[in-house]
């Protein structure tokens, strides 16, 4: 038998976490850390930081008369660091091709996999779409 959200004991993070699971695996995902007290840090506090977010998209041929299909797809969104920064360079020839080293860090696809749906065709064909579902996002220096 389960326990409900009012059995649990309200004496602390902890115990809320085991009574609770599926906020124990929200608080997970976000990425939670322990700080140097054993306390846990309940997520980032920016709504906006870089990381992936659902959406569903209809794929359709562009040229054959197919059925189309929805799919869940994934994007990275969100910004990384508020800094960015260009340092000299220093050269020891009289032509500097690049005088400074810019750094900033952008949100990206860190891992992915590859995913096919199969479309239905006019006459029996079926034609296979491909695309890239990603599973997690980072911020990585930006190219």
Known sequence: MKPSIS??????????L???????????ASGNKASDNGHLHLGDTDPERCMRHHFVETITHPIYKCNS??????????????TTRSDPLISFSSVLKQPFKSTCACCRPHTSKLKAVRLR???????????RYILACNCEECS
């Open 69 to 82: 299909k929805m799919v869940l797809l994934a994007r990275c969104e969100g910004h990384c660091s508020h």
């Open 121 to 131: 065709c006019t006459g029996g064909m079926r034609i296979t779409a491909t695309y």
């Open 7 to 16: 059995a649990c004991p309200p004496s602390g993070l902890l115990l809320v």
């Open 18 to 28: 085991m009574c609770c699971p599926l906020l124990g695996m929200v608080q997970a």
